[in-house]
Structure formats: structure tokens, C-alpha cells
């Protein structure tokens, strides 16, 4: 068995005509404007990340460099497919993945099942071997300038 761990943050900026959060694919409507490179799909991020260190291989900015024609506006599904074959070259399939995700607002808690059914799909596992958990940055400054996401994930031998 193999253990991995990942991290992604993404600056939000304030609009007044709001934005678009993008959760594992799940599209939510938010107060802000997520600045990314990509789609910025800080899950989808993290997870590519845990996944990949499990097996020893390079970080997703190392394999998918920001600032790169071919990653613009990318959909951050790809970059979770790629550390999921990568898993696979390997002979380890995904046993079970958590995550902490941390937003001030939206209030995540009525996307979970949503999230959880969308990273299954992904994942080829079961919704309940997909935990997640949201938190707040409980008013701190940074609540109005980032979100962010912990994952951590389990592999096992074919
Ligand atoms: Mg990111």
C-alpha cells in the first residue's frame, strides 16, 4: 500500500458579479472569481498531487507548467486522469481518498453527495471511500483571498 498527500490553494478575488468555484468538476456559483491558470479546480489539483507522490512521480506543476499555452483554461479532469494512469503503470488502484476543503463561502455542505458521486465516477471507487470535509478560514484575512484544499489518498496493489 502506498499513502499520498496534496495541497493546492487558489487566490479568489471579489466581484461583484460573482464567478464560478469549480469543486472535482461540480461547478458552484460563488461571490468571487477563482484566478487560475487552469480551470482551477483545486481538488481535482491536490488530489492529481497525492496521488502522484504516492507513486513517486513529479508534482502536476512540474508536469502541467502554469503560464503554458497548452494548460490554459485547461479541464483539470485530464490532470487527475494522468496521475490516475500513472497510479495504473504502477499496479496500485485508488483504495480511498480524503480530503479537507476550506472556503469561507459558498457553503459546500449541500454539494458533498454531488462532489463525492463526481470524484467516484473519476476514482472508480465508492462514493463512501470519498471523504471530505469543509471548513472555513474562520474570518481571517485570508478567507477573502484564497480557498484551498488537503488530500490525502490510498493505493493498494492491483
Ligand atoms: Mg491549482
Partial sequence: ???GFGFDL????RSPKGGVLIVAGVKISAPYKV???SDGDLVFHALSDAISSA?????????????EAKTLNMDSKKILE????????KFSLVNSVSLV??????????????????????LKIPTDRVGISFKTFEGLPISNEAIACWATCLLEEK
Fill in 55 to 67: 507513486m513517486g512521480g513529479p508534482d502536476i506543476g512540474e508536469k502541467f507548467p502554469p503560464n
Fill in 10 to 13: 487558489h487566490r479568489i478575488r
Fill in 82 to 89: 494522468w496521475a490516475m494512469k500513472l497510479a495504473g503503470q
Fill in 101 to 122: 476543503i476550506a472556503a469561507e463561502e459558498p457553503k459546500l455542505t449541500p454539494f458533498r453527495k454531488r462532489i463525492q458521486e463526481a470524484l467516484a465516477v473519476v
Fill in 35 to 37: 484566478e487560475a491558470h
Fill in 1 to 3: 500500500m502506498r499513502i
